[in-house]
């Protein structure tokens, strides 16, 4: 078996992934939700201090599975270094103890490997990655064979949202909130502009609709309605996802794409899901999704990746298993 966790953000979570079957014999998440919604988003600081107490308390109901371990994999980049920290410094202290390998996960390709928890990999395939921190479309040819082909020049999909949802005055995450909002809105009342749409550019942009929606926030002012919130969430929710099929469907026109899959925490918005249904319908093309309580952050999709590595031997140094920049 192998023992995962994941700590890139705010959500604490570990697994047990059996190597020769996939299952997952144990999985539990502590989100952090409710304590950041005060500030409108994560505060690292105060993120890494709650992972120091989550975390332990997670791991002490693993402590039967510990002499079928066969490897350690943590989540080490991208992410905030702060809460990676505590993850990478758990996974150093088991294997020390345990006597273990260890295995270094790039957060985002665990995203890619939520789509393969108890199953087998489906490769080659075209990802589109839609998260609080990243948008991307990835060429995904197999094991550690990814390339970026699109990503967002600013603000991601996901955090826009964050951020509509915030000058609403509506709560953190904003994700869900809006979209739940949305469905009593008008979404064509507000006719904000696709980003990009006359560009030539393989890329995504989010800051400038969201600059729209605080204009027409402001334009409203005090005597902003619920009726006018729901309309603005709406069309924003509208046109974000626009924004990115339009930009996919050039992806389509240009390469014969049989498998195509959304990953990452905003793959959740049933909004998004439905247009890029109609659209891998319309090109006959395989739509993957990853269970919904696998979409947003979890050890689970850490450990599906690690299942991987351990068969390939990709094991890592106590030197080299450092918590990594979020640019990285």
Same mark, same amino acid.
């Given at each position: 078996?192998i023992?995962?966790?994941e700590?890139?953000?705010?959500?604490?979570?570990?697994?047990?992934?059996?190597?020769?079957?996939?299952d997952v014999?144990?999985?539990?998440?502590?989100?952090?939700?409710?304590?950041?919604?005060?500030?409108?988003?994560?505060?690292?600081?105060?993120?890494?201090?709650?992972?120091?107490?989550?975390?332990?308390?997670?791991?002490?109901?693993?402590?039967?599975?510990?002499?079928?371990?066969k490897?350690?994999?943590?989540?080490?980049?991208?992410?905030?270094?702060?809460?990676?920290?505590?993850?990478?410094?758990?996974?150093?202290?088991?294997?020390?103890?345990l006597?273990?390998p260890?295995?270094? &996960?790039? #957060? @985002?390709?665990?995203?890619i490997?939520?789509? =393969?928890i $108890? !199953? %087998?990999?489906v490769?080659?395939?075209? *990802?589109?990655?839609?998260?609080?921190?990243?948008?991307?479309?990835?060429?995904?040819?197999?094991?550690?064979?990814?390339?970026?082909?699109a990503?967002?020049?600013?603000?991601?999909?996901?955090?826009?949202?964050?951020?509509?949802?915030?000058?609403?005055?509506?709560?953190?995450?904003?994700?869900?909130?809006?979209?739940?909002l949305?469905?009593?809105?008008?979404?064509?009342?507000?006719?904000?502009?696709?980003?990009?749409?006359n560009?030539?550019?393989?890329?995504?942009?989010?800051?400038?609709?969201?600059?729209?929606?605080?204009?027409?926030?402001?334009?409203l002012?005090?005597?902003?309605?619920?009726?006018?919130?729901?309309?603005?969430?709406?069309s924003?929710q509208?046109?974000? &996802?626009? #924004? @990115?099929?339009?930009?996919?469907?050039?992806? =389509?026109? $240009? !390469? %014969?794409?049989?498998?195509?899959?959304? *990953?990452?925490?905003?793959?959740?918005?049933?909004?998004?899901?439905?247009k890029?249904?109609?659209?891998t319908?319309?090109?006959?093309?395989?739509?993957?999704?990853?269970?919904?309580?696998?979409?947003?952050?979890?050890?689970?999709?850490i450990?599906?990746?690690?299942v991987?590595?351990?068969?390939?031997g990709?094991?890592?140094?106590?030197?080299?298993?450092?918590?990594?920049?979020?640019?990285?």
């Amino acid at each position: 078996m192998i023992l995962s966790i994941e700590s890139s953000c705010d959500d604490s979570s570990i697994a047990i992934t059996k190597i020769d079957t996939k299952d997952v014999l144990f999985h539990k998440k502590i989100s952090q939700e409710l304590e950041h919604s005060k500030y409108g988003g994560v505060v690292p600081e105060l993120a890494a201090r709650l992972h120091a107490k989550a975390l332990p308390d997670i791991l002490s109901s693993t402590k039967e599975f510990f002499p079928h371990l066969k490897a350690i994999a943590v989540t080490t980049h991208p992410g905030l270094s702060v809460t990676l920290l505590e993850g990478v410094m758990m996974a150093k202290a088991l294997s020390i103890s345990l006597k273990l390998p260890l295995i270094s &996960v790039n #957060h @985002l390709y665990g995203h890619i490997y939520s789509l =393969f928890i $108890e !199953r %087998e990999e489906v490769f080659p395939m075209t *990802v589109l990655l839609v998260s609080g921190g990243h948008t991307e479309v990835i060429d995904a040819k197999g094991f550690d064979d990814f390339r970026v082909i699109a990503k967002s020049m600013d603000d991601s999909f996901g955090e826009s949202f964050d951020k509509v949802a915030k000058m609403l005055g509506l709560g953190y995450p904003g994700g869900p909130i809006i979209e739940e909002l949305a469905r009593e809105g008008d979404e064509k009342r507000f006719d904000f502009t696709v980003p990009l749409q006359n560009s030539p550019k393989l890329a995504f942009s989010y800051s400038g609709l969201k600059n729209q929606v605080r204009l027409a926030i402001a334009e409203l002012g005090e005597k902003i309605s619920d009726q006018d919130r729901a309309d603005i969430a709406a069309s924003f929710q509208r046109v974000a &996802v626009e #924004h @990115l099929l339009h930009k996919l469907r050039r992806v =389509f026109k $240009e !390469r %014969e794409i049989r498998d195509f899959a959304i *990953v990452g925490g905003a793959s959740a918005n049933l909004y998004l899901r439905e247009k890029i249904k109609t659209l891998t319908d319309k090109y006959s093309t395989n739509l993957h999704l990853a269970e919904l309580k696998y979409c947003s952050d979890n050890a689970v999709m850490i450990g599906r990746y690690g299942v991987e590595a351990y068969k390939r031997g990709r094991f890592t140094t106590h030197c080299e298993l450092i918590a990594k920049p979020k640019s990285e």
